[in-house]
C-alpha cells in the first residue's frame, strides 16, 4: 500500500499521484493499493480532488480529505508537507517526509524508487 499525506495540491504531487495510480494499475495482480489524503480544512479541497481525478485520468487511487491535523495513530509531522509511507499487512517499509518546497521531481522518483520494497512482499 502508498499512503499520500498532503497539505496542499502541487504540481510534483500531481505528477507522484499520476505515478503512483499508474504502478496500482499495473501491479493489480500485487494488491498494491494506494491512497492520497489531502490534509486540509478548505471546504474546496473536495472539489479540487474531484477536479484533479477528472484531469490527470486518476482511477486506481482512492483521493480523499482529513482535518489539516491528520490522523491520530499516524502522528503525522506538522511541519511535513507531504508524508508517504509505503507499507505491507502494517508493517511501514518506506516512510518519506518532506517540509513546504523540499518536495519536487526528484523526490517522486526517490519515492518511485522505494516501490519495490512494497510489491515483493505480499
Aim: a positive charge; charged letters at 35%; aromatic letters at 6%.
Amino acid at each position: 500500500m502508498v499512503t499520500i499525506f498532503a497539505r496542499e495540491v502541487t504540481p510534483a504531487l500531481t505528477s507522484l499521484v499520476k505515478k503512483v495510480d499508474e504502478a496500482t494499475a499495473k501491479h493489480e495482480k500485487d494488491e498494491m493499493g494506494s491512497f492520497v489524503v489531502m490534509l486540509s480544512d478548505d471546504k474546496g479541497m473536495r472539489d479540487q480532488l474531484k477536479a484533479l481525478a477528472k484531469k490527470e485520468n486518476i482511477k486506481q487511487t482512492v483521493l480523499t480529505v482529513y482535518a489539516s491535523k491528520g490522523p491520530d495513530e499516524y502522528d503525522i509531522t506538522k511541519d511535513a508537507d507531504v508524508t508517504v509511507l509505503l507499507y505491507v499487512h502494517k508493517k511501514v517499509k518506506a516512510n518519506r517526509a518532506f517540509r513546504k518546497g523540499e518536495f519536487q521531481n526528484k523526490q517522486v522518483e526517490q519515492i518511485l524508487g522505494d516501490l519495490p520494497k512494497i510489491l515483493s512482499q505480499k
